[in-house]
Each structure stands twice: as structure tokens, then as C-alpha cells.
């Protein structure tokens, strides 16, 4: 079946501009993760959705950085003013549940470039 | 704060040859803990867990972890590697939190397989 779904796949950018990414969980996951990937790095959490709302923001790493689920399916990542460190992969994962037996579901990943 | 260190960036093998993937955490209390794979251009999937119950856990394509928690430890293990395996490798810890999906990485080592 379809996995997670994360688009675009490479996105460059100029310093300051602002920019989206999109993720498209499996269908029926109801939790969605945002995490970060910098280069010789594991992924960073930076966000999860439980349905419509962010049950848990705390790895945002400031407020340029937002994030909306609003139907509870797609989500979308914002960054504003973008920053050359905020160049990374930027990761989306879905799973049914927030219970232990709920594995996640990677997408591939969106490849910010902040040039 | 937690922490989830990975002691090999890179390790090199033969086929056929056993390895061993070095994993530590900094936690006290109650954890849940992962390793994920991601294969050249695939997405990061899971490996294998550990939640409670027997220490030893077995996951997918012959690779086993052993939990140890006086050593605070989560080694992965596979006796004979292929070529196959050539991917990179993370240990993740889930700590103090019910949600499972909200995890802290290691910075994973990449594993290359010679043919």
C-alpha cells in the first residue's frame, strides 16, 4: 500500500525566504511526526500531531518553525526567514496510535537547501 | 537530558562476517527502545524493539538486540552479515513519555558490507 508521502523531495531556497513542506501520512494514522535530520546526524523531534492538534511542540527549535495538521491528515511544515542552519532533511512519520504498538512510518524525506 | 550514543560512526565488514553495533542511553527510569535501518535511497523503517519482557529481542533479516539495562545498552547483533545489510543504523530511545513515536536518535552508524 501507499506510504508516507512527503513533497517536495528537494526544495532550495534563498536565506530569508519562507518556505513549506508537505506530508501526507498513511491513511487512518491519526499521529504525525516532524523530525530533522542534519547531515552525520540522527533524526531530531521536532513536532507531533495527534488528530488535528500538536499534542507536543517542544522540539520546535524557534518560532519560525510551525506546523498545521488542519483536517487531520496532511500536514504542512513552515519555516520562515529561512536560516543556512536550517538546511537538513526534513522528516515526516505516521503511525495509527500513540500506543507502544504503533510502529512509525517513515517518509523519505523533504532535502532543504538554504543557500 | 536524555541521551542515546552510538560508539561506531562507520564499520566496514566482510560477508559473513558477525557484527555488533554498540548502543547506550542515558535514562533511569522505564524505556522503550528501537533500532532503525535505512537502505540506500529507502526510507528509515524498524528493525526490531524492545518494550518489556525477555531482553532479547529478534527482529527482521536475522538481526537481534540484547537489552541490558545495568549497562544501560542496546547492542544490535546479526551473526553473518550480507551485502544486503550495507545501510546505515539507528538506535532510538523513547523515555519517560507514553508516546512512543516521539523518540531521541543516535547518530546512527553506517555499515558497509564487501561483497
Known amino acids: 500500500g501507499a506510504g508516507v508521502s512527503q513533497t517536495p523531495s528537494n526544495k532550495v531556497t534563498e536565506k530569508g525566504k519562507y518556505v513549506e513542506l508537505r506530508c501526507d501520512p498513511i491513511s487512518g494514522h491519526t499521529a504525525l511526526y516532524w523530525y530533522r535530520q542534519s547531515l552525520g546526524q540522527g533524526p531530531e523531534f521536532l513536532i507531533y500531531f495527534q488528530g488535528t492538534g500538536a499534542a507536543d511542540d517542544s522540539g520546535l527549535p524557534n518560532d519560525r518553525f510551525f506546523a498545521v495538521r488542519p483536517e487531520g491528515s496532511v500536514s504542512t511544515l513552515k519555516i520562515q526567514r529561512t536560516e543556512r542552519g536550517d538546511s537538513a532533511v526534513y522528516l515526516c512519520?505516521?503511525?495509527?496510535?500513540?500506543?507502544?504498538?504503533?510502529?512509525?512510518?517513515f517518509g523519505n524525506g523533504t532535502r532543504l537547501t538554504v543557500t | 537530558a536524555q541521551s542515546v550514543s552510538q560508539h561506531n560512526h562507520h564499520v566496514i565488514l566482510s560477508e559473513a562476517a558477525s557484527l555488533e553495533l554498540g548502543c547506550n542511553y542515558s535514562?533511569?527510569?522505564?524505556?522503550?527502545l528501537f533500532w532503525y535501518v535505512q537502505y540506500p535511497g529507502q526510507h528509515l523503517q524498524l528493525l526490531l524493539k524492545y518494550f518489556s519482557g525477555d531482553p532479547l529481542v529478534k527482529g527482521i533479516k536475522g538481526f537481534e538486540a540484547e537489552f541490558i539495562k545495568s549497562k544501560f545498552s542496546f547492542n544490535l547483533r546479526k551473526p553473518s552479515v550480507q551485502w544486503s545489510d550495507t545501510a546505515e543504523y539507528f538506535c532510538a530511545v523513547n523515555a519517560g513519555s507514553s508516546n512512543t513515536g516521539k523518540l531521541i536518535f543516535g547518530q546512527g552508524t553506517t555499515l558497509q558490507v564487501k561483497p
Open positions: 535514562y533511569g527510569g522505564t524505556v522503550n
Open positions: 512519520a505516521s503511525s495509527l496510535g500513540l500506543s507502544y504498538n504503533s510502529p512509525l512510518h
